[in-house]
């Protein structure tokens, strides 16, 4: 048996495999349960691994207020292009503008989306490693040297408070 990290390599495709299901029956003695559910909470987000479109801040952004930019742009693509989640840099979990849960990388969770947008994020290493099997990858930074755009397949070097609005105007007009 062999494990590995979800997302790190394309899905096998389906094969002439054989196998059996075999019907088996299991008794449970609730006098035994030492657990209770109290409630089971719905959510309506997508796991950060399983989103389409990962939007990520990192330090470059800022302050935490930079992340509503983001939020917008989510938004503004999630209408037409299904799951879009944000992500952020560790920096930005430790700077407490973002939780622990959307952090990219080695230390967070590693991802392959169809569409993975960098704003404002240098690119070290240990969350290269995170999103770089990313189909497409878009890097917005005002650093034209930093590590992101060794990965990128498509960079702005400017402001993201310039890019990000004009964006989000444009895809409010066409989608």
């Known amino acids: ?14 094969g002439s495999a054989g196998g059996a299901v075999a019907p088996i029956s299991i008794t449970i003695d609730e006098s035994m349960s030492r657990t209770q559910s109290l409630e089971i909470v719905a959510e309506d987000t997508v796991a950060l691994d399983k989103a389409n479109i990962v939007i990520a801040g990192g330090a470059g952004l800022g302050d935490e207020d930079g992340f509503e930019l983001l939020e917008e742009l989510a ?9 879009v989640m944000i992500g952020c840099s560790r920096m930005a979990v430790d700077k407490g ?3 622990s849960d959307h952090q990219i990388g080695l230390t967070g ?10 704003v404002g994020i240098s690119g070290a290493i240990h969350h290269l490693v995170g999103m770089v099997h990313s189909k497409k990858i878009i890097a917005i930074n005002t650093d034209p040297s930093c590590n992101i755009f060794k990965v ?7 402001d993201y408070e310039q890019v990000l609005p ?4 444009r895809l409010e007009e066409v989608l």
């Open 1 to 14: 048996m062999v494990t590995v990290r979800g997302n790190v390599f394309p899905p096998a495709e389906s």
């Open 75 to 83: 938004e503004a693509l999630g209408q037409s292009f299904g799951s």
């Open 97 to 99: 503008w973002i939780s």
């Open 109 to 118: 969770t590693i991802i392959a989306p169809d569409v993975y947008v960098a």
């Open 152 to 158: 990128a397949d498509y960079g702005i070097v400017e």
């Open 166 to 169: 004009t964006l989000i105007k």
